[in-house]
Every structure is written in C-alpha cells, then in structure tokens.
C-alpha cells in the first residue's frame, strides 16, 4: 500500500456488507484521504479467476450504494492474486463501468530498499507500542 501512495484509512477486514437479507464480507476496505473514495481490495491465495470481477463489481455496488456519501467519489476494487493471466484479465473486466484493477503479488523475506525508510522496524513497533499500551 505504501506503493500507492499516503491517504489511506484502513477501515476494517472482512468489512460487513449487506443486500437484501444476506451478509458479505470484504477482505480489506479501505478510504483513501486525496482521493476522496472507498478501496476493496480483495486477497487471493491463487490464481486469477474471472469470477473474482463479478464477486468484486457486486461489492463495489453495495458499498457505492449503502457507505460512500454524496461527496465521495467512485469506489475502487484492487483484486490481488498469486498469478494472472493478461488477457484473462482483460475480458473480465472489459465492459464493468467501475475502476478494478488486478494485480500480482510476491512473496519475499525481506522489505525492498526502497520501502524499509518508510515502514517502521521492529524495533521502532516494540517503542510505539509499549507507549501506547
């Protein structure tokens, strides 16, 4: 997330959503401060499947419909994945009318040089939460 930029408020995993008279749940939401908008981003343990667009637009719709204020602009969906296929990607999200992006993620045991001056070291955690206990 650090990627993306600053502005996000996390709002809650496994967020309670509802439509009709049945409860979903997203994996993580979150609002983005600048942007001035809802974020779903919904983890995946493995492959891209195309049904993932389909569970996403109907959670991009609840929130747009039931969260979001008149003020706020569009929600956005961030689906991330073990692996994806472009072109699979491509034609399940072609025609949704709402930003979704699918992305790829990388296992790693080490913070890249260019995001360990922004995240805190474990250390500086053990500081910040023994103050605040």
């Known amino acids: 997330l650090l990627e993306l930029g600053k502005g ?8 309670k959503l509802y439509a009709g008279s049945k409860e979903y749940r997203t994996d993580l939401l ?3 401060t600048k942007l001035r908008c809802y974020i779903i981003i919904e983890l995946k343990i493995g492959d891209f499947k195309p049904e ?4 996403l637009n109907f959670y991009l719709n609840v929130i747009d419909d039931t969260v979001k204020s008149e003020d706020d602009n569009q929600t956005i969906g961030i689906i991330l994945c073990k692996s994806k296929d472009n072109i ?5 999200i072609k025609k949704i009318q709402k930003p979704i ?14 995001l360990k001056s922004n995240i805190p ?3 500086e955690w053990n500081s910040i939460l023994e103050n605040n206990m």
Request: proline share 3%.
């Open 121 to 123: 070291s474990q250390k």
């Open 8 to 15: 996000f408020a996390y709002m809650g995993n496994q967020y």
């Open 101 to 114: 992006g699918v992305g790829q993620y990388i296992y790693t045991s080490e913070l890249p040089e260019n």
């Open 52 to 55: 993932y667009t389909g569970k």
């Open 30 to 32: 979150f609002y983005h």
């Open 88 to 92: 699979e990607v491509e034609y399940s």
